[in-house]
């Protein structure tokens, strides 16, 4: 069992930066793949970020490749998404989300099995 608490979101101007955390509890996290999703309102929930339980693969959209980069630090539980030259368009509330253990990377959202709560990222024009 994982959960997962996001920190970090707020309200920036257009081509400004944030950094979302993710902390993990449990003793798993370094056997899990993790990605970052958002939503925005009236939209499906869509993969922005994605990274295996090594951290040694990635895999970003590409409506986000070049400014998104995610992070994960093992041995604090923890990930990160910095988000660089943001766009209105990123308005949207970010989750955290975990797979199953030992799963591989993946893009596809039923594969998460944990998630975290979600934090809102404002990006105003």
């Known amino acids: 069992q994982v959960q997962l608490v996001e920190s970090g979101g707020g309200l920036v101007q257009a081509g400004g930066s944030l950094r979302l955390s993710c902390a993990a509890s449990g003793r798993t996290f370094s056997s899990h793949a993790m990605g970052w999703f958002r939503q925005a309102p009236g939209k499906e929930r869509e993969l922005v970020a994605a990274?295996?339980?090594?951290?040694?693969?990635?895999f970003y959209p590409d409506s986000v490749k070049g400014r998104f980069t995610i992070s994960r630090d093992n041995a604090l539980n923890t990930v990160s998404l910095q988000m660089n030259s943001l766009k209105p368009e990123d308005t949207a509330v970010y989750y955290c989300?975990?797979?199953?253990?030992?799963?591989?990377?993946?893009?596809?959202?039923?594969?998460?099995?944990?998630w975290g709560q979600g934090t809102q990222v404002t990006v105003s024009s």
């Open positions: 990274i295996s339980w090594s951290g040694s693969s990635t």
């Open positions: 989300a975990a797979t199953s253990p030992y799963r591989t990377l993946t893009t596809i959202l039923r594969e998460y099995a944990y």
